[in-house]
């Protein structure tokens, strides 16, 4: 389910930046997370076609429409083709899925395949609503097939590397009140309602997205 | 307490000066050569692996221990980051199959010295005594050849070495701990008004985090990473609490060394040592004894890429008993939403348990039973958790950014032995050019009504607590068993000192050993089981040959 109210969503943290205590990381952790806001690595594994049905699909899972440009925007598809390009996977995968690259590859062009027979044009090609509509077809389809797969392997796959993505990035933390690396630092004042100086209370803690949606 | 120091000096090896790795103690490390004939090599540098090393190497054993992954130093080569921690987790490929398959990687299993400890949460609960005789009892699972009794001197000892935080422990064999509870954080506080408000036990631990100092380990500084490897050395694993007193005491770690065969003498049917692969070279270790430690896929899956003449089906796997009676623990995790902030990301993830549930309840429509412990998940996985209720696009960022308001309980229910769940052999080939583990699960009635009990208990328990709302996911967790131990070679693969039926000097001493899980999390008693296999070896070859 995908609430499609538009609109800005608001800053529940105004203020709030975990890049202002990078200063009090360790050095190997500080490497690895400021990596993340330079400049995204090239793409390496998604063919052109390819990487235009990733962004469009990332776009949507992520609910990123904004301006491509903004220094905000976490760049979700070349994350995933690094990860792609380096065969860095989760270590598994299920037996009636192909290994993850393929299985990308596959699902992406089923995508493509399916928009089109629907709307007659290409999945990126495509409007939000109409990409939001396949998507959540996927979705639903649950344990059933989707173009010769399990639909919610695919599911799995998609939103695996997507979140993993994402939820990495500084911006998103930013976002959910998450104060990223602690160490050497630590925290001194764990406990209900107890925040450490560089948190920033939730601007909106009765903005319950569970009793919104009911 | 007994004297720590003088079993077991690790603790004491390690720098004073705010580093956590003594670079001169690996640099000193003795060395043995290939062709060498040393008594006993090990595979596998993980829970069961380690205890293993550090006991025989204090008895005077010439031992190689033999890791497919890293050497780790916690300053250089781990972050306070959940993405950027995946090279802990094996991730050479899997497959996995059955109507309920359980995904690998992060959640299940680990690489490198220290083993999946390295990334475990910490909790280091001891199994109870019905644990070990289920099939008398319950007339479910299996009864193991041995009991409580033989094991508790071994808890204790394992928990002295760890060391182990938390209160005096009420249930099974009730106990105390060699180190004071930590005080809790939002999420612990969380459990402990809800089990208040519902009348139920719930007690602070137990945990294997320093509380306080021990030896040179400083104490925890609750920065709630401890599944991304602990850069304090605060949280045990045996990279700190059993690896340092090994090489003290002569053990060599050889790490980057992937074990590829066992090689049997087809004449003689001993093992001769074992094959690996170091740097792209194949080498092959002589050893007069060998150890399989290597978790419950990886070894079963050796056992089984070491076929031979003698062997066709597999090393030991005679009556088709190799990667049989593979278990999980049905883990799900259930959140509660609070309009406080509850910030669980502050403080270890492990903090408080119940084992109330733990027992058979003759009133209940399934036998034995479930545990419930807190669990705090970071970003990446509270995401997983988001997203497994369906959301995605605008909803998932809206439930996201209320994440400091939700508190998070795990339930690990007691998933009984079967034997059709297991590891085979897949026909996709590593890079090795080996067969990969196949792994295959599927649920019986009572593992899945255990799921949905403990759902529901842990649902009450937050609405006791004050939660508004609740939501699970489903997760699996702890894989022990494949190897197991049995009274004879009909029904296992090696007896009650972890001695393998089929090769008379072969060991297997890691998880796969264990015949029933409990709903206890397995690394003490796999280290406890390690322990009393090597002092078992230990006393009957006084000096080895
Ligand atoms: C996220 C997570 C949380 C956990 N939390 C807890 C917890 O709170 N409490 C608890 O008790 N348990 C917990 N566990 C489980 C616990 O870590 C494992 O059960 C335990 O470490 C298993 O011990 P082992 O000796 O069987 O294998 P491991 O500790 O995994 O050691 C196996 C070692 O063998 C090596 N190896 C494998 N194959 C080969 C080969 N062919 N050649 C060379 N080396 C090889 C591997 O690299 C690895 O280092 C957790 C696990 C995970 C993943
Ligand atoms: S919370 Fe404590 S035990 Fe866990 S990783 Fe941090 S310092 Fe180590």
């Known amino acids: 389910m995908s609430d499609t109210a538009p609109g800005p969503r608001p800053d529940r943290f105004p203020g709030f930046d975990v890049l202002d205590q990078s200063r009090h990381w360790d050095s190997v952790t500080t490497g690895v997370v400021l990596s993340r806001i330079e400049m995204p690595p090239d793409i390496r594994f998604f063919t052109p076609d390819e990487q235009a049905v990733a962004a469009a699909l990332c776009d949507q899972l992520l609910d990123q429409h904004g301006d491509p440009e903004d220094p905000t925007r976490v760049p979700v598809v070349n994350l995933i083709d690094s990860r792609l390009a380096e065969q860095q996977t989760d270590g598994w995968r299920y037996q009636d899925m192909p290994e993850d690259a393929q299985a990308w590859r596959d699902t992406l062009a089923a995508l493509d395949r399916e928009a089109t027979n629907r709307f007659g044009v290409g999945f990126a090609a495509g409007s939000r609503a109409q990409q939001a509509m396949v998507i959540q077809a996927v979705q639903d389809l649950g344990s059933a097939d989707w173009h010769g797969l399990v639909a919610q392997h695919v599911w799995s796959l998609w939103s695996r590397y997507a979140c993993t993505a994402f939820y990495s990035h500084p911006s998103a933390w930013n976002e959910i009140g998450f104060p990223g690396p602690a160490y050497p630092r630590g925290y001194k004042n764990p406990g209900v309602d107890s925040r450490e100086p560089f948190e920033v209370p939730d601007a909106f803690p009765d903005d319950d997205p569970v009793r919104s949606s009911r | ?545």
């Open chain 2, 1 to 545: 307490m007994t004297n720590v120091r003088a079993r077991n000096e690790s603790a004491w090896l390690l720098p004073t000066d705010g580093t956590r790795t003594n670079h001169r103690l690996r640099e000193d490390m003795r060395r043995f050569a290939d062709t060498e004939e040393v008594d006993l090599v090990v595979v596998g540098c993980g829970a069961g692996g380690s205890v293993m090393t550090q006991r025989l190497a204090r008895s005077g054993w010439r031992v190689v221990v033999l890791d497919a992954g890293p050497f780790w130093d916690p300053d250089s080569d781990w972050v306070s980051d959940e993405a950027g921690s995946h090279h802990l987790y094996w991730t050479e490929p899997r497959v996995i199959a059955g109507a309920n398959p359980v995904p690998l990687g992060s959640n299940n299993s680990g690489r490198g010295v220290g083993g999946s400890m390295v990334h475990y949460a910490g909790y280091t609960p001891r199994f109870h005594p019905s644990d070990f005789e289920t099939f008398t009892r319950d007339g479910v699972g299996a009864d193991w050849p041995l009991d409580y009794t033989d094991l508790k001197g071994y808890y204790r000892a394992i928990e002295e070495e760890l060391p182990v935080a938390g209160e005096k422990w009420p249930w099974g064999d009730p106990h105390s701990y060699p180190h004071r509870p930590h005080p809790v954080g939002g999420n612990g506080e969380i459990f402990l008004r809800g089990a208040l408000a519902m009348g139920i036990t719930a007690k602070v631990g137990p945990v294997a985090i320093t509380n306080g100092r021990f030896g040179n380990r400083p104490h925890c500084i609750y920065r709630g990473f401890c599944l991304q490897g602990c850069k304090v050395n605060a949280k045990a694993s045996p990279l700190i609490t059993h690896i340092p007193d090994a090489l003290a005491h002569g053990a060599e770690v050889r790490a980057d060394a992937m074990v590829t065969r066992v090689e049997v003498d087809q004449r003689t049917g001993r093992a001769t040592g074992v094959h690996y692969v170091r740097g792209g070279v194949a080498h092959f270790q002589r050893a007069a004894m060998v150890a399989i430690a290597g978790y419950s896929i990886e070894t079963p899956r050796l056992l089984l890429n070491s076929a031979s003449a003698r062997f066709p089906d597999g090393l030991c796997n005679d009556f088709d008993q190799v990667g049989r009676y593979l278990m999980v623990q049905g883990a799900p995790q259930t959140a509660g939403r609070f309009d406080a902030e509850v910030r669980m990301y502050k403080s270890p993830p492990p903090e408080v348990s119940s084992e109330e549930f733990y027992e058979t309840d003759p009133s209940k429509p399934y036998q034995r039973g479930f545990s419930i412990q807190t669990v705090s998940p970071l970003p990446n996985t509270w995401a997983e958790h988001v997203a497994a209720q369906g959301h995605w696009g605008r909803s998932l960022r809206e439930y996201m950014s209320d994440y400091v308001h939700w508190s998070c309980l795990g339930a690990l229910c007691e998933f009984l032995p079967q034997p059709d769940n297991r590891v085979t052999l897949a026909e996709e080939k590593d890079r090795h050019g080996l067969p990969v583990a196949r792994f295959s699960y599927t649920q019986c009635d009572n593992d899945a009504a255990l799921m949905r009990a403990a759902q529901a208990a842990m649902e009450d328990l937050l609405h006791a607590a004050g939660a508004d709302e609740v939501i699970t996911i489903d997760r699996f967790a702890h894989l022990v068993g494949g190897a197991r131990m049995a009274a004879d070679e009909q029904h296992g693969v090696v007896d009650s000192d972890c001695r393998t039926f089929a090769v008379p000097n072969l060991l297997i001493t890691d998880g796969s050993v264990l015949p029933t899980q409990g709903s206890a999390n397995p690394a003490l008693t796999i280290m406890a089981v390690a322990a009393r296999a090597a002092e078992r070896l230990a006393s009957r070859r006084s000096h080895p040959d």
